[in-house]
């Protein structure tokens, strides 16, 4: 047997396939999730009842956090940290492409962090104050008339929620990444509770309107679906990237 006979043996026996249980074929989803997207962003445009209710349930927060379920709040809000689960999903990634000689895992992380990062775009595009505008420690913060869009002031990037997100997005690829070995209960749980419970932190510590947080999911199962329908252990990718191919 040839070194490069060896080489493919080695990394057919330790293939990476996607785990998707049903690899989305119609885009009438996506569709739907940015009519919903706009439906949710047009009333934030002027202090409608939706802006109004964003105010509520900040005031509301603000008087009902005791120093304990504020220390929880913080810690819980971490399940959604961009820079801590990409890179984990990256690490993940990593290894599968290392130990099966394998690119594919990487680029398909690639992907998933350029489409996440794209939220950027829209921060700068739908400025929106924080609730705590101007300062968390000197209230009165933002009224209506203020957390709504496009007001010009200065800091905005609330809307839509990064955090919520990136729970969206890299649990759902890490999921792709090696969830086929897991118990299907494990993966709904990994899948749903960080979602849910960064919508609940990020809420209650007035890091977020709440309105921002189903844009936030929006946007986040608009990304996952177009990462899950690509086929990444078949689609065709440059020479370059496999020269395992040569062998093949």
């Not at 689960?85 to 990634?93: E, F, N, S, T």
Request: charged share 15%; with cysteine; glycine share 8%.
């Amino acid at each position: 047997m040839t070194a490069a006979d060896q080489r493919r043996t080695k990394a057919d026996t330790q293939a990476w396939r996607p785990f998707v249980l049903t690899r989305p074929r119609s885009w009438l989803p996506e569709i739907a999730m940015a009519v919903a997207f706009v439906a949710l962003t047009v009333p934030l445009v002027w202090p409608s009842p939706l802006v109004h209710l964003d105010i509520w349930i900040r005031d509301l927060s603000d008087a009902n956090r005791p120093e304990w379920a504020n220390f929880i709040a913080i810690q819980t809000n971490r399940l959604g940290q961009g820079g801590l689960l990409g890179g984990i999903a990256l690490g993940i990634a990593a290894i599968i492409a290392w130990r099966g000689r394998n690119v594919r895992p990487l680029i398909a992380f690639l992907a998933a962090y350029g489409m996440a990062g794209a939220v950027l775009v829209l921060k700068f595009a739908l400025p929106r104050v924080y609730p705590h505008w101007p300062e968390a420690a000197r209230p009165p913060y933002a009224d209506a008339a203020q957390a709504v869009l496009f007001s010009g002031l200065e800091p905005s990037g609330a809307y839509p929620s990064g955090h919520v997100l990136n729970t969206i997005i890299w649990y759902g690829f890490i999921v792709l990444l090696v969830g086929a070995g897991w118990p299907p209960l494990l993966r709904r749980l990994f899948l749903v509770l960080p979602p849910i419970i960064v919508i609940c932190s990020t809420t209650y510590l007035g890091w977020h309107w709440f309105t921002d947080t189903p844009a936030g999911l929006l946007i986040g199962f608009a990304i996952l679906r177009t990462v899950q329908r690509i086929p990444w252990d078949t689609v065709a990718l440059p020479l370059w990237l496999e020269p395992d191919r040569r062998y093949r």
